[in-house]
């Protein structure tokens, strides 16, 4: 997915279109998909109206709690698993969307301390093993 560890830098411009977008769909597809599933437990669970399903399923996904007053056993059930699973999914989309400005921080101090001295100067046990390997 991300360029391996001696290919050069990415353009920037590259970058924001190739990594940072598709990153970007990624979460709105993963974040579509939750907020689907919670709008179909909270209607087929509390029956609910879609557009009250819709607000209760964003505002738990958002982190700032549910809005109506739930009333079925499953319905509660259903609110206790949706939050920590919309906990999971909040994880995961910083992550996602963080990749790849992390790894390209990563790269660029990679490539600096490549080029600064080379890999072999920078790590002392290949270069030990090298020095003692048989001629």
């Known amino acids: 997915m991300f360029e391996h560890r001696r290919a050069p830098l990415l353009p920037f411009r590259t970058f924001l279109l190739r990594r940072v977008l598709r990153s970007a769909v990624l979460v709105a597809v993963v974040i579509i998909s939750a907020l689907a599933?919670?709008?179909?437990?909270?209607?087929?669970?509390e029956s609910m109206p879609w557009l009250d399903s819709l607000l209760n399923a964003s505002m738990i996904l958002s982190g700032m709690g549910p809005v109506n007053e739930l009333h079925t056993t499953a319905g509660k059930l259903f609110a206790s698993f949706y939050a920590i699973f919309s906990g999971v999914v909040f994880i995961t989309t910083v992550?996602?969307?963080g990749a790849p400005f992390s790894h390209r921080l990563l790269?660029?101090?990679?490539?600096?301390?490549?080029?600064?001295?080379?890999e072999e100067s920078k790590n002392p046990r290949r270069a030990s093993h090298k020095s003692n390997a048989p001629e």
Do not use: K, N, Q
Not at 37 to 45: A, K
Not at 107 to 118: D, K, M, N, P, W
């Open 37 to 45: 599933m919670g709008v179909l437990g909270y209607h087929l669970t």
């Open 107 to 118: 790269h660029r101090f990679h490539l600096e301390v490549s080029e600064a001295g080379g």
């Open 95 to 97: 992550g996602i969307l």
